[in-house]
């Protein structure tokens, strides 16, 4: 593993796709900016994969192929390589509370700036959708198996042991539980913010005396 700090993931840094990949990306986007765009208009219940693909103009067929249910389409992201690939690139002797907090900032500032108000109306219907939310927990449960693995690459732990199992999770669900305060609170706070507090309460335990 290198020992050099990563530079900072920008969109012209990463791999450009080939011809293919890339019209699949614009699918992939235009079944996203289709159902966001009716659950703004209309509310989630209402927003059909019938009125996703009409407005996205492809099949229905073609959006379930892309996304398996439609709450999929709600949470899905690109941001698993980036957080991986900077986690990995990272300084071995770094902290992990270090490592994580440039892992999210990276990844939070790239959704902020590249899909604001997407990351918004994510948060809020984890809150406000019980199906939107346990599929939520199902795609962290799924992220944490890599933060195992990755972490496992820097510990010399086995990713299967108990004690990392234990940690990555615990960090999955701390994220999970600031996603729901930003969206609860009226996304007030600044994310980037509130996820440095959560991994301070992992790494320190919680503070005493009122906050």
């Known amino acids: 593993m290198t020992s050099m700090t990563a530079a900072r993931t920008t969109s012209a840094d990463r791999p450009q796709p080939g011809l293919r990949e890339r019209k699949k990306i614009k699918t992939r986007q235009a079944i996203r900016t289709a159902t966001y765009a009716l659950i703004e208009e209309q509310g989630y219940d209402a927003t059909t994969v019938e ?7 492809v099949s229905p067929s073609t959006v379930f192929r892309y996304f398996p249910t439609k709450e999929d389409i709600v949470i899905t992201d690109e941001w698993d390589p980036v957080m991986m690939a900077e986690l990995r690139a990272r300084p071995e002797d770094e902290s992990w509370a270090d490592v994580l907090k440039h892992v999210m900032r990276t990844a939070l500032d790239l959704s902020l700036a590249e899909e604001p108000e997407v990351t918004r109306l994510r948060t809020r219907l984890g809150v406000e959708v019980p199906a939107v939310r346990a599929r939520m927990m199902e ?3 799924a992220t944490g198996r890599l933060l195992r693995e990755a972490l496992a690459e820097r510990s010399g732990l086995d990713p299967d042991s108990l004690e990392l199992r ?3 999770m615990s960090v999955m ?3 999970m539980e600031v996603s729901q305060y930003w969206a609860e609170t009226g996304h007030r706070d600044d994310i980037r913010e509130l996820v440095d507090r959560a991994l301070d309460v992992l790494e320190h335990g919680l503070p005493t005396g009122k906050p």
């Open 173 to 175: 669900g701390g994220l």
């Open 166 to 168: 234990v940690f990555a």
């Open 51 to 57: 009125q996703i693909a009409e407005r996205a103009e």
């Open 139 to 141: 795609s962290m449960a």
